[in-house]
């Protein structure tokens, strides 16, 4: 059973939103938080933002800031990263990441497989 | 934001050698840093964490060492599937920020 299972690659015009989501199993959802990152192709690795399923407290990279958000649906134990306003170099790999220990930590294991979100015109 | 710095960006070596790569926070981080492998086209995968702690499933020829503001990943002896790219992480506080990686390649 893989522990989160991301949705499908994504192809936006500029200016577009997209909406990228996580599906946890095999795990309490609400136990452990959820980071994201993207990875644009040959780049490293850029850290968007954090949220405590729990809670659903938030924190976000500056760079991020008014263009992010994360959500999730406990019910579903699926986790959320909407991104607005797409710009060509939003293009990249967006990863989902659990937070290793039950203590809030950011090390980040499993990670999600990765979805590509192209940003064109 | 604390800025994570590699060295060297890239290595070339070769199977059974030991190799050390260095990774340098722009102020403290305590024990607070962690190393992934990355190869292409996969996510990362978590090697340590908390500095020297092996995550379950990794081979003992990883290891990490360093506190503070320097730290260091080692592989004790090179094993072809060890050929990747590498990244530090800083869970110290928020941004988390990675370094900018350390491509391991075959000489």
């Known amino acids: 059973q893989v522990p989160l299972v991301q949705s499908g690659a994504e192809v936006k015009k500029p200016g577009a939103s997209v909406k990228v989501s996580c599906k946890a199993s095999g795990y309490t959802f609400t136990s452990y938080d959820i980071s994201w990152v993207r990875q644009a192709t040959g780049q490293g690795l850029e850290w968007m933002g954090w949220?405590?399923?729990?809670?659903?407290?938030?924190a976000y990279a500056q760079k991020f800031q008014g263009r992010v958000t994360l959500t999730r649906n406990t019910s579903i134990s699926t986790a959320y990263m909407e991104l607005r306003s797409l710009r060509s170099d939003d293009t990249a790999v967006y990863y989902c990441?659990?937070?290793?220990?039950?203590?809030?930590?950011?090390?980040?294991?499993?990670w999600g497989q990765g979805t590509l979100v192209t940003v064109s015109s | 934001d604390i800025q994570m710095t590699q060295s060297p960006s890239s290595v070339s070596a070769s199977v059974g050698d030991r190799v050390t790569i260095a990774c340098r926070a722009s102020?403290?981080?305590?024990?607070?840093l962690a190393w992934y492998q990355q190869k292409p086209g996969k996510a990362p995968k978590l090697l340590i964490y908390a500095t020297s702690s092996l995550q379950s499933g990794v081979p003992s020829r990883f290891s990490g060492s360093g506190s503070g503001t320097d730290f260091t990943l080692t592989i004790s002896s090179l094993q072809p599937e060890d050929f990747a790219t590498y990244y530090c992480?800083?869970?110290?506080?928020?941004?988390?920020?990675f370094g900018q990686g350390t491509r391991l390649e075959i000489k």
């Open positions: 990441a659990r937070g290793l220990l039950l203590a809030a930590d950011n090390w980040f294991d499993p």
């Open positions: 949220m405590n399923p729990n809670s659903g407290n938030t």
């Open positions: 992480q800083q869970a110290n506080s928020f941004p988390i920020t």
């Open positions: 102020q403290g981080i305590g024990s607070w």
